[in-house]
Structure formats: structure tokens, C-alpha cells
């Protein structure tokens, strides 16, 4: 059967084989667009470009069969709402025409548009098929955007739009606002020099298994010991894998190399001590070595008996599957996903995590350190980024999964868990002002199914600072729910995962957005981005942590800034349609990471110190902003890790219970 037959299947998009950039301002204030169109050189081809204030712009190239004139044709002003007065829109096209004018052009018309200081604005000249003119010269001052970011009047965008821009559009050209404002940095190293030093470590770290690509390693600092640092991780190499999907042309065979060992380490006997592990659980990371005597490479695997406290990694199943949903819609190729061996390995997979077990909750029951958190921080339970990739994986695997052999069985077990787990996440994690009050209110000691406080949470054993961190505009996922106990803390993995998943509602997704702005020196600080917030100090530290040296408080995994982030909030700003939030993060990550040296973390309350243990050029630090990178100037990209919501998952009915009585 064809994954097409499959309920949540594959939409069946073009190549993506163009680069769009639409960095809109999501303003919900009326709006005014001005549409130029002038011809390109030697293509013929006709040029629209969008702008209007406080916003980047779109440029789009299509073919024009019609023959070029070289004249600058400006297109009628539109308003959303109340009709424009003819005086207002003819200042505006006056003013447009002015900023689309060369040097020679103003000098024609008589002195009387001002030719501004070339130093402060800077222009980007673009061909003109006129023998004599130079070029047309845009404006950058007229679309650069400017610093006050403001809320999208939409609560997501739909995917569906980048693949209707792809099949009409022939090509598509991407100009970047950053790059056209500057094209340095602040320390004057250029943002194409970085990109190009970033591609050059990325494959400097590749690992060959017999002359084939199979991953990363994880960093290439020779300044300190290997350690573990010179393994292929499998959360760490998503971002590579994503990184080589997304270049172009695309380079897919390292990463089916990668998912094809990894699968070949799954079927490995797992024992740690005298405990043989669960038969679907995935490695934490391989490292390639060289046998001398059998004079061939052997894979030597991790499962967590050499990791700090000796925990399986949960997240790595997850991320396998999602990276295979992402290779599968990059290439097309549904084979490697229809093999009998990866179909078994996605069901060894969710076996695991949909047994039938003594849980009350759909959420899957997790120890300390067993994702990207991996040393003791609290997160034992039900934690968010565990929850939000289990959804992720569940959508994923139910898009490839055939029904033969035990298949369909699973795919119905499937959904009855996701609509059980989209139910629960989206209404007992969440937290707002209203819900916060809410929880602050709450009786305790209720019984029978008619309680609110259906958790017994204390009102006492809310922590203080959410009351200040919590705006009125703006929310959150939160890091933990279990009996008697809420995480109040922001976990960034697992809030841009239910936003890409679409585990959290459109309108949680923009709420989520709208506390990032709001509370962006905390979350973002001066290098992208929290990992957690906040950090632990004191007596609570010293609990929580086991008085851990390497997670003291604003450092490493206890509030410290990770880089690799970036890619996460990238995708999901775009799939939120706050893509300015990103491109924000980014111009920061610029300033100083290839400076830096690539480091794996930063320390501090805002991030402004390279992380004391950190390793420098970390692979995930490196493609994590490629990733980030590509998709800000390619927003189609977003479609390899990104589901749209669906609409067949929808809050089960609650009825009263036949033996309730009044």
C-alpha cells in the first residue's frame, strides 16, 4: 500500500527547488502595499517587490512572455479597510518612485528628490535590460525593518501556500534584508564568509563507515579530551541531517546512511549490567572505529550505560522517526520508509511508548536526564519536550506506517493516543494570566470527577517569579505536569515542538510567540537562546541538581544559552507567522558565534560569556544556524519538519457519568 492511502499522508508537493524569504511584519493594524514591477535583464523576466513600513520584502521572479521596456511601471496603492485618499496615494507613489529612481534619474528630474547620504543608505543595484542605464537602485531604507516588533494578526500560516508559491512560480528569487542592510557583521566579519566557514567545519566532521557517510561527530575541539565528543549523537546530528536536506543541491545520502546504521544498532542485544533494555530502544550515539585485526570499520553503540546516571535516551526513537518523515519529504524516495526493516523499527518504536501499562495520563512517563537535558535537572515525570516529540513522532510514524503485518492495529492505537495526548497537553500544560489566576485560586482536597483542581496542586508551591515573568499578553507550555506538582518552568525544546507538531492550538502558538517578545531578555538575552528558564539557585539547586558542578545556576543546562536552538525557534516562528522574531535571533547569532569559536553553550543571565566547560566548534552550534539560516530565506523549507494541524483531531466529548447524581 501506498503511503498515500494512509489517513495523515504525505501532500504530494513540488521539488523544493526554489528559495523564497517573506519576513512580512505581522502588524494587525491596516496595512498599505505598494507593487512595482520593472524587467530583469537578460531572462526577460518581471519582477514584483512588496514593501511597506517596518517590514522586509518579497522578491519573486516569473517569466514574462511580453517584450521589456526597461520602464518602472508603479502599481496602484491598496489599503486594507478604508479607502485611500487620491492625495495620500499620490504622495505615496511619489515617494515610491523616488526610492526606485538611479543617481542619474534624480539628476534628470530637476534636483527635486533628494539624493540621500549613500553611506547611510545603503542600495542594492539590480539589472536593467537598458543598454545605457546602469541599473535600477532600491532603497534599502524604505524596507529595512525597523526595531519595535509587533503581534501577528494571524494565528499560523498555512504550509499549503508555500507549496502553491511553488508550483506557480517557475523560480524564485530570495533577497535577504539582513544581507542587503549589511553585509557585515558587528565585528566586521561577513555573513557570507560565515556561512561558507560554517559549511566548511560541518563536513570537516563527517563520519565514514567504509567510505560512506554516516553522521557527525559532535564537536572538533582539539583544545580539550574527546570524551564522548567524538561520537555520532542522534538528537545532535538531526540538525546536520536537516542542514544537508535543505543545501542545494541536496545531499540526502548522509543522512539515509545515518538512518539505515542507527536502525542496524536498534536490532543490537542492549544490556547495562544484568538488565537487557527494551528491543526498540535506539542508541544514544556510535562512534566508528578501526579494527587492526580484521583490518575493517566496526560501530561501537551507546544505549546509556555510559551516559551520565546511566539513563536510556527516550528522545532518540522520536527524533529517528521525525528525521525519516523529514528524508521522505525532501526526496520522495517512499522506499526507504517502505522497507520491511524500517517498518519494523518505527513499530519496535512505539511499542515502547503505547504498552499498556498502570498510567492514568496519555503522557508518557520519563526519568531524569533521558532527552537534551541529559544530567539530573527536575524533569522526571511527564516533561514537556518528551511529550510535545512523542506527538511529533506518533504524527510522523502514522504518515508512513503500512497497514500489512500488525500495522493497521497500531495506526488505530495511534490515533486514539493522539487526540488523548493533543487533549491533555493543550489543557492542563498550558499557562496564562487567566489560567495562572486560575491555579492561584484553586481549592485543594477535591474528589470525584466533578473537581477542578483535578491534579491537587498546592496554590502555596507556585513559585514566585511566575507572577512577575508572566505578561498579560503571551503563554506557555509548562515544563511538568504530575500529581500534586506543576513545573512552572519554560522549556524553549519543547514548546517550539509543539508548535511545529501542532500539538499546540494556532492560538497557543501565537501566545507563545507573544511571550518570547515580551519577555525577549530573558528567553533571548544577548546570545539565542534559554535553554530552561529559570535557573535554579540556592538550597532548591542543591535539591533539585545534587549540587551538579557543571549545572550551576545561568550555566549549561540550568538556564544557559544553547545556539543549536535557533533552528527550533526559526521553524517555529515561520509556522507561526512571526518569521521578524527570528531573523532577530539570528542577526544576534551572528555577532559573535563564528567569533567565539562555535561554542556548544553560553553562561550567564543573558548569555554573554562562552559557556566554562563549553566545547568549541560544536557540530549542532554550526548546523543549527545553517538550518536556521536556510529556512529564514527559504521559508519552504519548513515543510520538512513541519505538520499542519489536523483537523480530525478534535477534544474528545465529555459526558456525565451514568452513576453521577445531583
Given at each position: 500500500m501506498s503511503p498515500s492511502e494512509n489517513q495523515d499522508t504525505l501532500p504530494e508537493d513540488e521539488e523544493l527547488q526554489s528559495k523564497n524569504i517573506d519576513v512580512s511584519s505581522s502588524s494587525p493594524e491596516k496595512q498599505k502595499t505598494n507593487t512595482v514591477h520593472y524587467p530583469a535583464a537578460s531572462e526577460n523576466e518581471l519582477f514584483m517587490v512588496q514593501s511597506h513600513p517596518n517590514q522586509a520584502f518579497t522578491a519573486t521572479a516569473a517569466s514574462s512572455s511580453s517584450s521589456s521596456s526597461g520602464n518602472i511601471v508603479v502599481g496602484k496603492c491598496k489599503e486594507d479597510g478604508e479607502k485611500q485618499s487620491s492625495e495620500s496615494h499620490g504622495k505615496m507613489s511619489t515617494e515610491l518612485q523616488s526610492s526606485m529612481l538611479s543617481d542619474s534619474e534624480k539628476e534628470n528630474a530637476g534636483g527635486v528628490l533628494a539624493v540621500a547620504d549613500k553611506k547611510a543608505n545603503k542600495a542594492v543595484k539590480l539589472p536593467n535590460n537598458t543598454e545605457n542605464?546602469?541599473?535600477?537602485?532600491?532603497?534599502?531604507?524604505?524596507?529595512?525593518?525597523?526595531?519595535?516588533?509587533?503581534?501577528?494578526?494571524?494565528?499560523?500560516?498555512?504550509?499549503?501556500?508555500y507549496d502553491a508559491m511553488i508550483n506557480?512560480?517557475?523560480?524564485?528569487?530570495?533577497?535577504?534584508?539582513?544581507?542587503?542592510?549589511?553585509?557585515?557583521?558587528?565585528?566586521?566579519?561577513?555573513?557570507?564568509?560565515?556561512?561558507?566557514?560554517?559549511?566548511?567545519?560541518?563536513?570537516?566532521?563527517?563520519?565514514?563507515?567504509?567510505?560512506?557517510?554516516?553522521?557527525?561527530?559532535?564537536?572538533?575541539?582539539?583544545?580539550?579530551?574527546?570524551?564522548?565528543?567524538?561520537?555520532?549523537?542522534?538528537?545532535?546530528?538531526?540538525?546536520?541531517?536537516?542542514?544537508?536536506?535543505?543545501?542545494?543541491?541536496?545531499?540526502?545520502?548522509?543522512?539515509?546512511?545515518?538512518?539505515?546504521?542507527?536502525?542496524?544498532?536498534?536490532?543490537?542485544?542492549?544490556?547495562?549490567?544484568?538488565?537487557?533494555?527494551?528491543?526498540g530502544v535506539m542508541p544514544a550515539s556510535f562512534k566508528v572505529l578501526y579494527d587492526n585485526h580484521r583490518r575493517k570499520d566496526t560501530l561501537v553503540a551507546d544505549f546509556g550505560g555510559s551516559a551520565i546516571g546511566r539513563v536510556a535516551p527516550v528522545d532518540s526513537g522520536f527524533w529517528w522517526i521525525i528525521l525519516l518523515r523529514s528524508y521522505t519529504k525532501c526526496t520522495r524516495d517512499y522506499?526507504?520508509?517502505?522497507?520491511?526493516?524500517?517498518?519494523?523499527?518505527?513499530?519496535?518504536?512505539?511499542?515502547?511508548?503505547?504498552?499498556?501499562?498502570?498510567?492514568?495520563?496519555?503522557?508518557?512517563?520519563?526519568?531524569?536526564?533521558?532527552?537534551?537535558?541529559?544530567r539530573r535537572m527536575g524533569i522526571y515525570g511527564y516533561p514537556i519536550e518528551i511529550q510535545a516529540l512523542f506527538f511529533f513522532a506518533l504524527r510522523c510514524a502514522r504518515q508512513m506506517l503500512k497497514p500489512e503485518r500488525g500495522g493497521k492495529e497500531l495506526i488505530e492505537r495511534i490515533d486514539k493516543r493522539i487526540r488523548a495526548l493533543s487533549f491533555h497537553i493543550q489543557s492542563y500544560y498550558w499557562l496564562d494570566f487567566t489560567q495562572l489566576n486560575n491555579i492561584y485560586r484553586y481549592k485543594t482536597e477535591e474528589y470525584s470527577h466533578t473537581a477542578v483542581n483535578k491534579f491537587?496542586?498546592?496554590?502555596?508551591?507556585?513559585?514566585?517569579?511566575?507572577?512577575?515573568?508572566?505578561?498579560?499578553?503571551?503563554?506557555?507550555?509548562?515544563?511538568?505536569?504530575?500529581?500534586?506538582?506543576?513545573?512552572?518552568?519554560?522549556?524553549?525544546?519543547?514548546?517550539?515542538?509543539?508548535?511545529?507538531?501542532?500539538?499546540?492550538?494556532?492560538?497557543?502558538?501565537?501566545?507563545?510567540?507573544?511571550?518570547?517578545?515580551?519577555?525577549?531578555?530573558?528567553?533571548?538575552?544577548?546570545?539565542?537562546?534559554?535553554?530552561?528558564?529559570?535557573?535554579?539557585?540556592?538550597?532548591?539547586?542543591?535539591?533539585?541538581?545534587?549540587?551538579?558542578?557543571?549545572?550551576?545556576?545561568?550555566?549549561?543546562?540550568?538556564?544557559?544559552?544553547?545556539?543549536?536552538?535557533?533552528?527550533?525557534?526559526?521553524?517555529?516562528?515561520?509556522?507561526?507567522?512571526?518569521?521578524?522574531?527570528?531573523?532577530?535571533?539570528?542577526?544576534?547569532?551572528?555577532?559573535?558565534?563564528?567569533?567565539?569559536?562555535?561554542?556548544?553553550?553560553?553562561?550567564?543571565?543573558?548569555?554573554?560569556?562562552?559557556?566554562?566547560?563549553?566545547?568549541?566548534?560544536?557540530?549542532?552550534?554550526?548546523?543549527?544556524?545553517?538550518?536556521?539560516?536556510?529556512?529564514?530565506?527559504?521559508?519552504?523549507?519548513?515543510?520538512?519538519?513541519?505538520?499542519?494541524e489536523d483537523k480530525k483531531i478534535t477534544k474528545p466529548r465529555l459526558t456525565r457519568s451514568v452513576s453521577w447524581t445531583c
Open positions: 542605464d546602469g541599473g535600477v537602485d532600491f532603497d534599502v531604507a524604505a524596507v529595512k525593518p525597523q526595531g519595535v516588533l509587533k503581534p501577528s494578526p494571524s494565528v499560523g500560516v498555512n504550509l499549503e501556500s506557480t512560480s517557475p523560480r524564485t528569487i530570495s533577497l535577504n534584508v539582513s544581507q542587503l542592510s549589511s553585509e557585515s557583521g558587528a565585528f566586521g566579519g561577513s555573513v557570507n564568509a560565515m556561512v561558507e566557514e560554517a559549511w566548511e567545519r560541518l563536513n570537516k566532521s563527517i563520519v565514514h563507515f567504509k567510505l560512506e557517510p554516516v553522521g557527525t561527530l559532535a564537536a572538533l575541539d582539539t583544545s580539550a579530551d574527546a570524551l564522548n565528543y567524538n561520537q555520532v549523537f542522534v538528537r545532535d546530528f538531526v540538525p546536520s541531517g536537516l542542514a544537508y536536506l535543505m543545501k542545494e543541491p541536496p545531499e540526502p545520502d548522509i543522512v539515509k546512511n545515518f538512518l539505515l546504521k542507527t536502525l542496524h544498532l536498534q536490532g543490537w542485544e542492549k544490556r547495562i549490567d544484568n538488565f537487557t533494555l527494551g528491543e522506499s526507504l520508509s517502505e522497507l520491511p526493516e524500517v517498518q519494523r523499527g518505527m513499530k519496535l518504536i512505539l511499542n515502547l511508548c503505547l504498552s499498556d501499562g498502570f498510567d492514568t495520563f496519555p503522557t508518557l512517563l520519563c526519568a531524569d536526564g533521558c532527552s537534551m537535558i541529559d491537587n496542586v498546592i496554590p502555596e508551591s507556585i513559585p514566585d517569579w511566575v507572577f512577575d515573568f508572566m505578561p498579560l499578553r503571551g503563554g506557555y507550555l509548562i515544563g511538568n505536569v504530575s500529581p500534586a506538582r506543576m513545573d512552572f518552568r519554560w522549556f524553549l525544546v519543547g514548546n517550539c515542538i509543539a508548535i511545529l507538531s501542532s500539538l499546540a492550538t494556532p492560538a497557543q502558538a501565537t501566545a507563545i510567540m507573544d511571550l518570547v517578545e515580551e519577555r525577549w531578555e530573558d528567553l533571548i538575552g544577548e546570545m539565542p537562546l534559554k535553554i530552561v528558564y529559570p535557573a535554579l539557585e540556592g538550597h532548591q539547586w542543591r535539591i533539585v541538581t545534587g549540587c551538579d558542578p557543571k549545572n550551576t545556576r545561568w550555566s549549561y543546562h540550568n538556564g544557559g544559552s544553547w545556539p543549536v536552538l535557533l533552528w527550533l525557534l526559526t521553524a517555529a516562528c515561520i509556522k507561526a507567522g512571526r518569521p521578524q522574531i527570528a531573523k532577530r535571533a539570528i542577526e544576534l547569532v551572528e555577532h559573535r558565534l563564528s567569533r567565539d569559536g562555535w561554542p556548544e553553550y553560553y553562561d550567564g543571565k543573558t548569555g554573554r560569556y562562552v559557556g566554562k566547560q563549553a566545547r568549541k566548534y560544536q557540530t549542532w552550534s554550526i548546523s543549527g544556524y545553517l538550518v536556521a539560516k536556510m529556512m529564514i530565506e527559504n521559508p519552504s523549507n519548513l515543510l520538512m519538519i513541519s505538520l499542519e
